[in-house]
């Protein structure tokens, strides 16, 4: 047995989605003694009870609850509102709702409330990925599994959960827990700017604990140090950021792993996006939305007609993933390129910056199916100029992350990054004007915190209005 995370044949250490039953715990058998009956002793394999979670011959449940919730608030569940990926797009310029539902075109519209119900299965899910990561981790802390691979990516899946947490949602997302006891421990609303340190706290810990462990630990090593410099990018430390990012190998990948199996392990955006044809693809989107149709980075494809009768017009459907199994990139060498590129711009380094924004382009996009069969990795000739003062140059530089980052739940970040800054003005980024279904657009640039959170006695609303960046 290899205990390790990385699927056989493959090059790259994932986080893997699996149902919390017999597959996943007998894929995840590493983690604790083999002993088949014991690490399959859970009553219900779909549901981790306290007493479950407590119990560290559990530990393979445990830790696949945790990674399986963290891939559901990436890309979602069937028939459901699809995950961070398509509700980050929608309220950006990198989808368009092609469907009926109404809670839908307001986050479209950049105009959707706290009662809107399109949130609830991203923001759930990332909070209960959070949340399960740190009891696993302080279960693992108890165990011979201590300052393991897998402990190690818990950490991780808690700094990447709050970070998308903090650059997608408005200010004031709180961090509650549910005890070993099952007791449910509200906690304060957290400002963007603290759920951000926070995410970076629960960074470092993966990066010491995966740095103990040598090249066992370099995967889990380089995706918290990609995921420290893009929290620090948000936070505008770019000289830290740029270090850091650095110190991450050209070739790094590391994918979140979704199967066609069961509808619980779909990846969503391809199944409710391309099959259903609920969510499309429009250049331009509110006049100032990006043009996606051919680049080589953002393959789209004619769909027949939309699955609101045309009203959107013919459906133009994604081609980044082109099955329920696609894997979704998480962190990358290229992204770490991509900051460094920022970082070296933001310091008037205009040479570095254009040497870095062409490292990226040569080190490429993945495209394509499952990692690392059915992928191609998609580079560009380097570009002779990025513009001709800093102004153009920045609009270069948000346009090839958004590009090579397109439908990785990267654009709202990258366009709040691009207005708080940068200094772009809202209404020059963001979609704006008469929504093709009727309508303006709104002022938003971040998803409102579900009502269902009033449920915690802490949370009074968003700290600050989601217009604000």
Known sequence: MQNRIVTPGRSHGLLRRRALGLAAAAALLPLAACNLDEALSVKDPYTVTPPVARDTVNLPNTYAGAVARFATGISGRQNREGGLILQSGTLADELIDTDGFATRQAIDRRAAGESNAATLDPYTYLQRARAEAVNASDLFATT?????????????????????????????VPLSLVDVNGQFLPGAQQSTSALVDSAIVAFQQAATMAGALGADGAAQLNLARVGMARAMSFQGRYTEAAAIAAQVPDNFRFFVEYDAATQNTYNVVFQIGNEEKRWGVRDNE????????????????????????????????????TSRSSDVLLASGMEARYIQAEAALKAGQTGPFLTFLNQARAIGTPIGGTTPTGVTIVTLPALATAGADAT???????????????????????????????????????PIGADV?????????????????????????????????
Not at 144 to 170: P, R, T
């Open 144 to 172: 011979s599994q201590n300052g393991s691979v897998e402990h190690a990516n818990l950490y991780n899946i808690v700094g990447y959960s709050e970070l998308l947490l903090a650059e997608n949602f408005c200010s004031g």
């Open 286 to 321: 509110g006049t100032n939305g990006l043009v996606w149709t051919g680049d080589p980075r953002t393959p789209t494809a004619p769909n027949g007609t939309a699955n609101d009768g045309g009203v959107t017009g013919p459906h133009i459907a994604q081609r980044k993933y």
């Open 392 to 430: 153009a140059m920045a609009r270069t530089l948000f346009s090839e992350r958004a590009h090579s980052l397109w439908l990785t739940a990267h654009r709202v970040g990258d366009l709040r990054r691009q207005e708080r800054n940068f200094g772009f003005p809202q209404n020059t980024i963001w």
């Open 437 to 469: 279904r009727g309508g303006q657009y709104g002022t938003d640039v971040s998803l409102t915190i579900p009502q269902e959170e009033r449920n915690n006695p802490s949370f009074t609303g968003c700290l600050a209005p989601p217009s604000t960046a």
